[in-house]
């Protein structure tokens, strides 16, 4: 398989629930990025790992938990969502943390909170 | 504060009817501006990438440009697999990240 791979597809939760989003990439990039995707909104930048290491966190609740075991795979632990935070998920990864390489996405994980 | 404004939020084309959108930008100090591409429940794939003003990319049926205070994505002669959500993000600071408009949503019928 090739690209960035995000699974599940779609995922509903209720806010009580524990859940996780899991990301691939088979790229051989070193950077990974998680995006939230609201109607209307721009992309927000939520995390960005460099190399395994968290690099930025913005302002992002705590009820959203990543993980980078590797410069592979990618993670976000969710608990007691509300259902504001319904919306598009999206992982990315770069070839380098330097952005002008460009990011390729995955398609997403949509995710409803009721 | 970094600012990205798409315009026109939607747009609707017949098959052949070429038109522009506009990725206006407010920044200290851009490194770079990026076209993506993004069809319903998919995530967004890469189009294009501008360094400076002044400078064109083209593809097929687009033509990206770029000046110091916008970027136009122009669509000659459109047809129906062109429609979706083009999104414009610009790289600052110490490119690390991007900066996103809120996207185009354009639909071309026949």
Redo the contacts between chains.
């Keep these: 398989e090739t690209g960035v791979t995000q699974t599940p597809r779609h995922l509903v939760m209720g806010m009580t629930n524990k859940k996780s989003l899991k990301c691939e990439q088979h790229l051989g990039h070193n950077a990974m990025y998680w995006y939230k995707q609201s109607a209307k909104k721009p992309l927000e930048l939520m995390f960005v790992y460099s190399l395994e290491e968290r690099v930025e966190n913005n302002s992002v609740p705590s009820r959203f938990s990543p993980e980078c075991p590797n410069s592979s795979h990618l993670f976000l632990h969710l608990h007691t969502l509300q259902p504001e935070d319904s919306a598009l998920y999206l992982c990315a990864s770069s070839q380098r943390l330097n952005v002008n390489y460009g990011y390729t996405f995955g398609s997403g994980t949509r995710l409803t909170v009721v | 504060e970094d600012q990205?404004t798409q315009s026109p939020e939607a747009l609707r084309l017949q098959e052949g009817e070429s038109s522009s959108l506009n990725c206006s930008y407010t920044v200290s100090g851009l490194?770079?501006l990026?076209w993506?591409r993004q069809d319903p429940?998919?995530?967004?794939?890469?189009l294009f990438?501008l360094y400076s003003a002044g400078e064109e990319k083209e593809k097929e049926r687009l033509k990206a440009t770029l000046t110091k205070k916008e970027s136009f994505l122009h669509i000659t002669a459109p047809k129906p697999e062109d429609s979706a959500t083009y999104?414009c993000?610009v790289?600052t600071g110490t490119?690390?990240?991007?900066?996103?408009?809120?996207g185009t949503r354009l639909q071309v019928t026949l």
Aim: aromatic share 18%; glycine share 18%; no cysteine.
């Design positions: 990205v490194r770079g990026f993506y429940g998919k995530g967004p794939e890469f990438t999104l993000a790289i490119a690390s990240k991007l900066t996103f408009g809120t």
